[in-house]
Nanobody
Framework: QVQLVESGGGLVQPGGSLRLSCAAS????????MGWYRQAPGKQRELVAT???????NYADSVKGRFTISNDNARNTVALQMNSLKPEDTAVYFC?????????????????WGQGTQVTVSS
């Protein structure tokens, strides 16, 4: 079992900044990819940014230049620094991870989601 816990969400004015963090805990061998997704009311969940264990990043076009994703493999955490926030960034942000687990007989990879944290950008 792997648990992802997000923190750092809240209310911020347009142009402001927030830093989200996510910590993975539980039983796993390694985490290959961690990322952030978001879902606004009435819209589908969309990718915001991902980062591999090797540090390769991927960003949605809508957040490039404003958001920065980073990770700490030793602590199994990922962070999302969000600058120049816009009202359209308002959404529930979810942490996501692909983790390799191990039973007594075999290894397996599974995808996990955090509970989500609300980010509201409004004046």
């Amino acid at each position: 079992q792997v648990q992802l816990v997000e923190s750092g969400g809240g209310l911020v004015q347009p142009g402001g900044s927030l830093r989200l963090s996510c910590a993975a805990s539980g039983t796993f061998i390694s985490i290959n990819v961690m990322g952030w997704y978001r879902q606004a009311p009435g819209k589908q969940r969309e990718l915001v940014a991902t980062i591999t264990s090797g540090g390769s990043t991927n960003y949605a076009d809508s957040v490039k230049g404003r958001f920065t994703i980073s990770n700490d493999n030793a602590r199994n955490t990922v962070a999302l620094q969000m600058n120049s926030l816009k009202p359209e960034d308002t959404a529930v942000y979810f942490c996501n991870a692909d983790a390799l687990g191990r039973s007594i007989s075999y290894q397996y990879i599974r995808n996990y989601w955090g509970q989500g944290t609300q980010v509201t950008v409004s004046s």
